[in-house]
Structures are given as C-alpha cells and as structure tokens.
C-alpha cells in the first residue's frame, strides 16, 4: 500500500508541491534564524575560543562576560602565580581602544596586550608576519577583516586599501606599526581586533590605578582544573574559571540580558507556525480531497492500522523532502554569507533541532488527517 | 480476533449456507434519534441466492443504497439481522468485517471511484495489495482480468481521466473481480452512461462477473437495465414492495 500511497501524494502536484514548500520554508527558516543566532551567539565567546593555550582565566569576581573588564591590581599575577598547581600564569589587557586613521577618522578597536615575555593568548592564525614581529617598536598585528574594511586607508579618490604590514595608526595618540596581520574569530560588536605587548597596550591605554584585565594561566598537569580553579579564588579572592565555564559565563549573560534570544525565538516560532499553517492546511486539504479514496479504500478491506500507516508515510516524504530542500537552502545561505559581517554557524545540534520541529509539523499535519480518516464511514462511497 | 483461516471455516460449519448468499431479515436502519430520526429501512426481509443477480430497484429514498450499505458490511443496521454467506455482521469485530470484505465482497460504484493517480491496472490491484499481496502479483492479475474485461495494454496503462466513462466502468468492474468475492455489489452502475454503453456494462457484468456461486446484487433506478436481473427487487419506502422474476413482469404490474 506504500505504492498506492505515494503515488496518490506525488499525483496531485499542486498540493504536493504546496505541502513540499511550505515545509521547506519552514524548514529554511528554522535552520536560517537558528544559524544566524547560533554564529551571534559564538562571536560573543570567540575571543576565549581563540585563546586557545591557557586553562584557566582568573578575573575579578564580579565580572560577568569576557567584554566586562573589571581591571585588577598587577600583584595579583604574583599571587596567582603562587597558588599550587599552577604552572605558568601571565597577564593580559583587553580594552576598547580609539584608534585614529588616515582619512582622520576614529575607530574603536579591541586591544589585546600580550604577556611580553611569552605572548600567551595571541591570535591564532597569522595570515602575515609572524606573533614574534610584536617585539619590533610600536608593533601590533591587525586582524584580517579589521584590515580589509574598518582600518583600511580611504585613497583621495574613495577607493579602500588594506591595512598593510608597514602601515601606521594612531592608537590613543600614540603611534602604532603594523607588523602582522591575523585572523580571529569576529567579535560580537564587530570591533577590529588589534594585538600587541602587555606593556605596550598599557602605554596605549588611558592612564588608570589599574590595567590588568586578566591573569591567563595553566594548571600542572595531572592537576584537576577545577580544585586548581577553586584553589586560586580560594587564596585571591578571584574569579577563576576554566575555558569552558567562561564561555558558559559570557553565553548566559548574552542571553539573559540582551533581547538576541528573544528576537530570533520568535523569528523560528513564526517560522514554526507559518510552516505548520501551511503544510498542516494543505495536508488536510490533501486528504480530504482524497477522502473518497480513503472511504473506498476502507470499503475495500483497508483497516484503520493500514490508512494511518498510509498517511504517516505521505507525511514523513514530504517531510523529508521539505526538510532536506529547507535545510540545503539554509547552507547555501551561509555559504554565501561566509567571509560576511552575517553570523552563521550550523551545528549539528541546530539540524537536529530543525529535524525535530519539521517531523512535529508533519506529525500535527497529519494528526488531523488521521482523525479525519478513522472517523471517516466506508458507506461514503455510496454518496455520489 | 479471528484469522481469515478461521472465518472459512466458520463459513464451512454453517449448514446450507450455498443455498442463500445474503439473507435479510427484518432488517431496519434508523438514521439520527428523536425528532430528527430518519427511518430508512423499516423491516426488510430479502434472499439473494447464489449465482443470482438480484436488481434492487425503487425511487430515491427509498432505502436502496443504505440496504447495499448493510449487505455489503460498512454500515451498522439499528435492527434485524443480515447474513452474508454464513456471516452475521454483527457478530464480528469491525477488523473481522473489514478483512471480510476484503476477502468476499466486490464495489462497483456509481462515480467509480478509482484512485485518479494510479492507471487502469494499479487500481485493480488496489484490492490485493490491501490484503497485502506483493505488487508484481497483483499487477499480473490485474492485467489478466482487464484483459478479460477487454482492456489492451495501451488502455492497462491509461490514467482514469483518459478514459470514456465506460471504460472506467470497465476498470471498476475488474476491480471488483480481481480477488474473486463471492458478492459484489453495485450502486447505480450505469448511471453515468449513455444507454449503449450501460448495456454493455451489463452484458460484461452478467458474462464475466456472474460466474459460479458468485452473487450480484445491482442497485439501480435505470429501467433500461432491469431486464438483466434474475430477479427484481422493488422498494419503496424502506420496504421491500414486491419482488419479480422480470422487467415485464414489473411493468405489467405496474399497469
């Protein structure tokens, strides 16, 4: 009966193709709007992402996000230093900073300082020149897209250069050089990102008692991290957290402070509930166009069990079909969207997700079909 | 739940069952309750024998269709019984009744009613592939039956909208033939043709459908067909009138 049923779904290609689009449009705009928060969601964390070789950042306790820089006082990289099960910790400043262009206009950009020693916490990509290049005089390395778009020179004639190796920017009035360009994870505010020395990025920095953002630093290994974690608060005071809990920390303000989760829940619900109205309507409509077939079906000798069976397939190829088209769509969207100011990610999470509310838009399609059906009296067929 | 195995062989313990195939006896269907109540069968007592085709034949309204509705197991009667080849409805389940007719009744419907997305020979393997034959079975015997009805290969692989009414009817017919029921029914089945082509449905229906112990029973309000009825039954009312072995018959009674 599967032959039977398949060929009276795909026989009316109108609604077939009604129901098809309406769940790939559903399906699109699930996976899209999720994408797109799931990408803006990991711009918030993608500093700590990129900072890839400490296990642990040690801040002050109140802070509540990565960008939330409560600055401490520079003794506590000492102190930090002396907790046991610590192997190394260094500094790291992380600021908004102004930097003045060519063309004499202002751009925030987010410094980074480096511990001048080691340079823990660098970019992780350099595209050109090498991380050692930031011990030249005045030097910082730009990260790629900052380069390319917001610190590009603007040429008499409006043309934009890239920011090259080489180049000068004024950063708080104090002369910089670029030695290196990078490539990093973009930030949520969308802020050039501009590394350089500790030392240095406290030079650029506006004078205050305290520069300190955070203390980056690594457990001795075979040390469980978190008792070493608990151990730094437990003798500074300080908030340490591994990588993971930070992200956690940043992620969870990000959604219980700002409207971001709110804006695209509701843009997935009304993809939801468009694509259930529309796929659900012509579903039904499908079925009770057919509803003659089905009673003469059910006359014939088909049971309930057999019908519903029918339906359920009719379902789960539009279904399937809808969501394969929707979500190959959502790709080629972020496909084209990479390399863009546009977020886009797509876990495998976020599939899942849209599988799931495709497979309940069919099911509550067809829920309605089915009561149709098994309620449905064979001696319709008798009624011309 | 009984196994179709089962129901055979109740059908075989059942004594002289070959000497009546549908056997209705005060038969009544009240449609909605109270005031409202509609009574569209009001005590029906009528035998249809084995290898007969009995024509039910009366004005509208007057219970025909709601009659097959009973005999052919989908719909409940308020009273009376109906036996079926040794089958009480309503002694069985409604998955017994249904796998029943799956088994042992055919449909010829007024509208047809074939699947409009399946060819000729698809939809008369519908009723096979609802017992849940395999398909290249059932399209070999769906073919051999359309032949049958004189269907050629082009015509097997036609859809229903390329076919002349006739030539759906002829579909319908097959479908209702090919998993050899022991009664089919009709409602009004040449009630959408043209009187040439309604006597050919009949001529095919008598010559090819009504062969053995097979029953037939042809709902119809269409005279020009009742002449190629064993036996006539007239209703009126939800009452069987009077039951006669001819047309003339019919008619001279009438006069």
């Known amino acids: ?234 003798t500074t005071g300080l908030a340490a957290y591994t990588r993971d809990q930070f992200v956690k920390l940043t992620l969870d303000y990000f959604m219980k402070y700002t409207g971001i989760p709110i804006n695209f829940g509701m843009s997935v619900v009304l993809g939801f509930i468009i694509g259930t109205a529309i796929a659900g309507q012509t579903f039904y409509n499908f079925t009770l166009d057919n509803l003659r077939y089905f009673g003469t079906l059910k006359a014939m000798g088909a049971g309930n069990g057999k019908l519903l069976r029918m339906i359920i397939l009719q379902a789960l190829t539009v279904g399937a079909i809808g969501y394969g088209l929707g979500v190959g769509a959502a790709c080629m969207f972020g496909a084209a969207a990479a390399n863009s100011e546009l977020a886009f990610r797509l876990p495998w999470q976020v599939l899942a997700l849209t599988a799931g509310a495709v497979l309940l838009i069919c099911v509550g399609s067809s829920l309605l079909s089915i009561w149709k059906v098994i309620r449905l009296e064979p001696a319709i067929v008798f009624r011309s | 739940m009984r196994s179709s195995q089962e129901l055979k062989k109740l059908n075989m313990n059942i004594p002289n069952q070959n000497d009546v195939a549908v056997k209705c006896t005060g038969l009544r269907k009240t449609f909605g309750e109270g005031a409202a109540a509609v009574r569209a069968l009001r005590g029906i007592d009528l035998e ?79 009723p096979l592939l609802v017992r849940g034959e395999n398909r290249r079975k059932a399209n070999d015997r769906s073919r051999e039956v359309l032949q049958q009805v004189g269907f050629n290969e082009r015509m097997m692989l036609s859809l229903p909208t390329q076919l002349s009414g006739g030539q759906q009817q002829r579909v319908a017919i097959a479908r209702a033939l090919v998993h050899n029921p022991k009664l089919i029914v009709c409602d009004e089945p040449t009630s959408a043709l043209d009187h040439e082509t309604g006597q050919s449905v009949m001529d095919l229906l008598r010559s090819v459908a009504l062969q053995g112990s097979r029953a037939l029973i042809v709902v119809t309000h269409d005279a020009r067909i009742f002449g190629f009825g064993d036996r006539i039954a007239k209703l009126d009312d939800g009452h069987v009138e009077r039951i006669v072995n001819s047309a003339a018959e019919l008619n001279g009674n009438r006069k």
């Open chain 1, 1 to 234: 009966m599967n032959f039977v049923a398949l060929k009276m779904l795909v026989g009316d290609r109108a609604k077939y193709l009604g129901i098809v689009m309406g769940l790939t449009f559903a399906s699109l705009l699930l996976t899209q709007q999720s994408g797109i928060f799931v990408g803006l969601m990991s711009r918030t964390f993608g500093f700590l992402t990129d900072t890839s070789l400490p296990d642990i950042w040690v801040m002050d306790e109140k802070v509540q996000y990565v960008d939330d820089v409560k600055p401490l006082q520079d003794t506590e990289l000492y102190r930090v230093r002396g907790v046991e099960g610590v192997e190394w910790a260094v500094p790291l400043y992380k600021g908004l900073l102004r930097a003045r262009l060519d063309n004499g206009n202002f751009q925030s950009c987010n410094v980074i300082g480096l511990d001048d020693a080691t340079l823990i916490g660098g970019p992780p990509i350099m595209a050109q020149g090498t991380l050692s290049d930031l011990r030249r005089s005045d030097g910082v390395i730009v990260d790629e897209v900052g380069a390319n778009d917001k610190l590009a020179k603007v040429l008499p004639d409006g043309r934009r250069v890239p920011l090259q190796i080489g180049d000068t920017l004024e950063l708080n009035d104090h002369r910089a050089v670029v030695v290196g360009i990078c490539r990093v994870t973009r930030s949520f505010q969308s802020q050039p990102s501009v590394y350089t020395t500790y030392s240095r990025a406290t030079i650029f920095a506006p004078r205050e008692r305290k520069l300190l953002s955070f203390i980056l630093a690594k457990a001795k290994p075979g040390e469980n991290l978190q008792a070493v974690c608990e151990r730094i608060h437990k």
């Open chain 2, 48 to 126: 249809v024998r084995p290898g007969e085709l009995m024509m039910l034949v009366g004005p509208s309204g007057c219970g025909k269709t709601t009659l097959i509705s009973i005999i052919a197991g989908i719909l409940d009667q308020s009273d009376g019984e109906c036996v079926v080849f040794g089958h009480d409805f309503r002694r069985m389940s409604q998955s017994e009744k249904t796998r029943y007719r799956g088994e042992s009744i055919g449909f010829v419907f007024q509208a047809y009613n074939l699947i409009p997305t399946l060819t000729a020979a698809e939809n008369v393997s519908v």
